[in-house]
């Protein structure tokens, strides 16, 4: 498909506002990195388009802040050299990724914390082992470039952090704050697709800070992380209606 | 929020009335795991991180979740904006707008869109203003009404509707060609009357 630089200059306004889709966006994303004047407009055009969001603030729920803050503790930050590494990729490789994939959420502090969690809750050898065997694989979901956070805000207080992978098809889950249960009574995790609910197994009660990490395999996009309670010892199907819900996007 | 400053510089670096003019500081203060100066971005910012997600999305737990993804974004790649390609606010609000236009764009791939009305400014009733946005407002609402009814509409259906240009056009039932040269002309007159730098 050929089009006349004069008609993608055009498109610095609609770019602007996020109103391109699909191989339009990428031909102007192409087009930009050879436009110069084209790319200080949209960044003029961008500044505005700021604007109007600036115009448009609403106060959040004040609970926003305290689990935006307290989430903060678990993602770990990009170091600057990713400057470079992004800048050579060039706007169209980067805004690919944003826009196809999810930002990656890159969190080896997050996946630290969770395998030293992880390690305390174990005592024998060879759990010791088999630990470590799914703290690889905890840590592949938390290290790979398409992982993505998603948080969840349990009915029963507390904050449940889900870090999902589509090209690992795994998630890995856990919880802050969340009461422990009443007697008799445990926290199961399930994950739903369509109708079916298949059971990923019991998450202990975090009152005192973040649960050891759950890995849930076989997810796909669109499906739900849920928490549901059930009586001690889980159950083969969900009983009650979740506390919690994630639904998991690409 | 500062107290919006009646001389200021139209070349002062893409900041607006109200937006402090140390977003940039302290997003580098952020970069290097400064939760203090995080909290201080979070207090600029996350109305109308979760004010633009509203817009779009309307449901107020959809743009909760959002918001909080574009404020943990921002805390996560802090490192990553650089003031000489642009203002700090823009490029939060960037990552704001694209982030609840996936997700409405997700959303509507599975379901039909239900309202098709380009929201206004302000205007919802469940809408509580914020003090310190409200010249910011009227602002923009001002220079909204320097332009021509359908640069105006075209322009409030795409950014705070979330539509892509082509749906704009459906919408407005006007050609492509149009829409993309009103949406563009209609920002640029945007951008002059509210003095934005380039």
Known sequence: MSVQSHDLHLLTGAYAVDALTGDELDHFEQHLKQCPSCAEEVRGLQETAARLALAAAMAPPPSMRAQVLDATSRVRQLPPSGVRLIAADGPRRRRRLSRRLPRPIAVAAMAAAIIVLAVLQVGTRHQLQQAQSANQTIASVLSASDARIQLGTSTVGGTVTAVFSQHDREAVITASGMPTPSDARVYQLWVMRGTSARSVGLMPGSSAGATAPVLADDVQPGDELAITIEPAGGTRQPTTNPIVEIHTRP | ?198
């Open chain 2, 1 to 198: 929020m500062n107290t919006p400053s009646v001389g200021q510089q139209p070349h002062d670096r893409g900041h607006s009335e109200g937006h402090g003019h140390d977003l940039a500081g302290l997003l580098a203060q952020v970069a290097c795991g400064d939760h203090a100066a995080f909290e201080a971005v979070y207090d600029q910012l996350a109305g109308p991180v979760y004010g633009v997600a509203r817009k779009v999305l309307r449901d107020p737990a959809q743009s909760e979740e959002v918001a909080q993804e574009v404020l943990l974004e921002v805390w996560r790649s802090a490192s990553r904006f650089d003031p000489a390609r642009g203002s700090a606010a823009a490029w939060v609000m960037t990552i704001a707008h694209r982030r609840a236009v996936d997700r409405v764009r997700a959303e509507n791939a599975a379901t039909a869109r239900e309202q098709k009305v380009a929201p206004d400014l302000g205007t919802s009733e469940d809408v509580f203003e914020l003090v310190d946005v409200a010249l910011d407002r009227q602002r923009v609402r001002r220079c909204m009404g320097s332009l021509s009814a359908l640069q105006a509409e075209a322009i409030k259906l795409a950014y705070y509707g979330g539509y892509s240009y082509p749906e704009v056009a459906g919408l407005l039932g006007l050609p492509l060609g149009t829409v993309k040269t009103r949406i563009r002309d209609g920002l640029i007159r945007m951008r002059d009357c509210l003095e934005v730098s380039q």
